[in-house]
T-cell receptor, first 114, second 115 residues
Framework: AQSVTQLDSQVPVFEEAPVELRCNYSSSVSVYLFWYVQYPNQGLQLLLKYLSGSTLVKGINGFEAEFNKSQTSFHLRKPSVHISDTAEYFCAVIRSGGYNKLIFGAGTRLAVHP | DAGVTQSPTHLIKTRGQHVTLRCSPISGHKSVSWYQQVLGQGPQFIFQYYEKEERGRGNFPDRFSARQFPNYSSELNVNALLLGDSALYLC??????????????FGPGTRLLVL
């Protein structure tokens, strides 16, 4: 079985500051990793995903994430946040070779203040 | 191009009633998955359908069922509603040809309140 732990439920940050949202996962089999963002009253939008290859993955809106197999982590970073980045962020894993069962963490609420 | 659409957007039901939620995938997508997102939690997988066949089922009771139609749209049915079924129900579609590594595109969800 797979599981995802998002280490911070809320992350407050000032505008233009850097941010890191932490994600650790547990799995006995190979997985793919995803970060999704959910704006208020909306569905989920894919930010980025790691399937294989380079461990540094770049996504939309200036976000990037680094896959660390030894630490089973997939932390999300942005060098300078904007007010519009205020949202809920979800880390998710899916078993490679499996069906479309995304397993999500509980989410991290990013609050960007002016 | 239209994204994933879901109807209705909001729904209020009472305990014991039945509910049907609908989802239309992105044009060309053959796979539809359903997720339940309880307030303050991450989404939980309920079902995946591909080419009208159930491909996967999450840990939900038999009160939850789904089907996929020839045009790849899908319905999620929940019988004998409980207060704990109150949640945002999300539908996601993907091409379905490469399964797990494909991006799933989510709709805006149906918010169900059970009183």
């Amino acid at each position: 079985a797979q599981s995802v732990t998002q280490l911070d439920s809320q992350v407050p940050v000032f505008e233009e500051a850097p941010v890191e949202l932490r994600c650790n996962y547990s799995s006995s089999v190979s997985v793919y990793l995803f970060w999704y963002v959910q704006y208020p009253n909306q569905g989920l939008q894919l930010l980025l995903k790691y399937l294989s290859g380079s461990t540094l993955v770049k996504g939309i809106n200036g976000f990037e994430a680094e896959f660390n197999k030894s630490q089973t982590s997939f932390h999300l970073r942005k060098p300078s946040v904007h007010i519009s980045d205020t949202a809920e962020y979800f880390c998710a894993v899916i078993r490679s070779g499996g069906y479309n069962k995304l397993i999500f963490g509980a989410g991290t609420r990013l609050a960007v203040h002016p | 191009d239209a994204g994933v659409t879901q109807s209705p957007t909001h729904l209020i039901k009472t305990r014991g009633q039945h509910v049907t939620l609908r989802c239309s995938p992105i044009s060309g997508h053959k796979s539809v998955s359903w997720y339940q997102q309880v307030l303050g939690q991450g989404p939980q997988f309920i079902f995946q359908y591909y080419e009208k066949e159930e491909r996967g089922r999450g840990n939900f009771p038999d009160r939850f069922s789904a089907r996929q139609f020839p045009n790849y749209s899908s319905e999620l049915n929940v019988n004998a509603l409980l207060l704990g079924d109150s949640a945002l129900y999300l539908c996601a579609s993907s091409h379905g040809t490469s399964t797990a590594q494909e991006t799933q595109y989510f709709g805006p969800g149906t918010r169900l309140l059970v009183l």
